[in-house]
């Protein structure tokens, strides 16, 4: 995973706040074999290696791409050691199953998947538009061996009537020779789940409350655990007003400024916006 919202498993360890939220939802604890490899950015081109749970190092970009194949055994032991401690494991791709101009040192996809031999579920997002381009294009692309690993293909975040889309599932198994395993409807209670993505903390900026005490945040490009913020977001009284690069801090009760893992460049972003200014 790459993010810089992380949580500290009961060893000790630092992983990916979504795994540690997928834990919770399998009733399970968190253990850094959920999350064997997370990536922290420190800038646009560079980033902190975790390797299960521990600072493993450095990397920029072009650096990961040779250091990945030296990374796949520890994501395999973590693999190994998962499979002796429960019956099912779900195992999430990051990126996407094509990025064939990554393929030859990737771990985190397909390159796993014919690494430790697991089938394959390909999922389509439908909110985002071209969902039958996009999956009929991942069939198109994919490498043969690679394909002969997906079992199915799911659609996802189908929103309003999903009898609309039943000829659309018939045409993507038709382009692609895959089974059409389901199509999920959109659940607007995701909402309510912590961020995973600084850019989905733009859309929720618009859901503010009214409260009768405003805190504003600024989006600072390298911000880190923002979920953290959650509790105040939660309070029915508390405004939490998340402030995007290009627009003044307003006048509000609280300043917050975030977490970061790359603070000076931070500051810099801060400086260029004039939030400095503001706060003063």
């Not at 970009?61 to 194949?69: I, R, S």
């Not at 789940?193 to 600072?220: C, F, K, M, T, W």
Request: aromatic share 4%; with cysteine; proline share 6%.
């Amino acid at each position: 995973n790459m993010s810089n919202n992380a949580a500290v498993t009961a060893e000790g360890g630092e992983i990916g706040r979504a795994q540690a939220l997928q834990a919770l939802a399998a009733c399970v604890p968190p253990s850094v074999h959920m999350n064997p490899v997370l990536l922290k950015p420190q800038s646009e081109i560079g980033a902190q290696v975790i390797v299960q749970g521990k600072v493993f190092g450095r990397a920029t970009a072009n650096e990961m791409q040779d250091l990945k194949p030296k990374l796949l055994p520890y994501v395999l032991e973590s693999f190994a050691v998962l499979k002796r401690e429960v019956d099912v494991i779900l195992v999430e791709g990051a990126g996407s199953a094509t990025e064939i101009n990554l393929r030859k040192n990737d771990i985190a996809n397909m390159g796993f998947a014919r690494a430790a031999d697991v089938p394959v579920v390909v999922i389509g997002d439908i909110d985002r538009g071209g969902v039958i381009a996009s999956l009929a294009g991942t069939k198109a692309v994919l490498d043969p061996e690679d394909a002969k690993l997906v079992a199915g293909f799911i659609v996802n975040r189908m929103r309003g009537d999903i009898s609309l889309f039943a000829n659309g599932m018939q045409e993507i198994a038709r382009r692609t020779g895959w089974p059409a395993l389901g199509l999920v409807p959109f659940f607007e209670g995701a909402r309510r789940l912590p961020a995973e993505d600084a850019y989905d903390l733009i859309e929720r900026r618009h859901q503010r409350s009214n409260g009768s005490v405003s805190v504003a945040v600024p989006l600072l490009p390298h911000i880190a655990n923002f979920d953290d913020l959650d509790p105040l977001a939660e309070e029915p009284d508390v405004d939490v007003i998340m402030v995007e690069r290009g627009t003044p801090l307003p006048i509000c009760d609280l300043i917050v400024l975030p977490g970061s893992k790359s603070t000076i460049a931070d500051l810099a972003a801060l400086r260029a916006q004039g939030w400095d200014i503001d706060i003063a």
